[in-house]
């Protein structure tokens, strides 16, 4: 079936370090492809998404790119800040289906000043 | 416009015990999904409700079910609580009821149940 393969974590980086979190997924046809981010004691809030291949999704310095030819959708930052600390998740809603996400595991990272 | 809005946000209840968790999507969003949140488990898919009827399933018991009101908001029930129910319940609605571009979804604040 259709998974979704976060790095696992936690990450801790300082201030202005360079993010990635990566991802795979298996998935039939062309997913949608989703980061969403936690922060503590909240709901999940949509950072980026990608709906076709080579699409690029970016928010908030957050980008990732939607890799047909490897089945990634990995997260990049070029310069973290504390308010950044949070979990991260990687998600794909499969090709023909709306309502039902499937998500990886969950990236913590915390960034120190 | 308003988010999506969770009620209640906390819950304490016991083993054996029912409970009913709401959903008010945002305004013209007409699917409304559920999920399960542990540390354990992580992110699981319970249901997702489209014009009132269900229209995609997760891999839980009978004791989980859900509704859709003509207005979409959505309800889910839990029927006698195990102490593993305990966890953050999510709702999330969509602006489409197609596949495509409009399929994000929009999330609660969620309803942390426990179940003692």
């Known amino acids: 079936g259709d998974s979704v393969t976060q790095m696992e974590g936690p990450v801790t980086l300082s201030e202005e370090a360079f993010l990635t979190i990566n991802c795979t997924y298996t998935a039939t046809g062309y997913p949608s492809l989703f980061w969403y981010v936690q922060y503590p004691g909240e709901g999940l809030q949509l950072l980026l998404k990608a709906t076709k291949a080579d699409d690029k999704g970016s928010n908030k310095g957050f980008e990732a790119t939607y890799r047909k030819e490897t089945t990634s959708f990995h997260l990049e930052k070029g310069s973290v800040q504390v308010s950044d600390s949070a979990v991260y998740f990687c998600a794909l809603i499969p090709s023909g289906n709306t309502g039902k996400l499937i998500f990886g595991q969950g990236t913590t990272l915390q960034v120190k000043p | 416009k308003a988010g999506v809005t969770q009620t209640p946000r906390y819950l304490i209840k016991t083993r054996g015990q029912q409970v009913t968790l709401s959903c008010s999507p945002i305004?013209?969003?007409?699917?409304v999904s559920w999920y399960q949140q542990t540390p354990g488990q992580g992110l699981q898919f319970l249901f997702e409700?489209?014009?009132?009827?269900?229209?995609n399933k997760g891999n839980f018991p009978g004791r989980f079910s859900g509704r859709q009101f003509s207005n979409s908001r959505s309800e889910m029930n839990v029927s006698t609580l195990e102490l593993g129910d305990s966890a953050l319940y999510l709702c999330?609605?969509?602006?489409?009821?197609?596949?495509?571009?409009?399929?994000?979804?929009?999330f609660g604040p969620g309803t942390r149940l426990t179940v003692l």
């Open positions: 305004s013209g969003h007409r699917s």
């Open positions: 999330a609605s969509t602006r489409s009821g197609t596949s495509g571009p409009h399929n994000e979804q929009f």
């Open positions: 409700y489209f014009s009132e009827t269900q229209r």
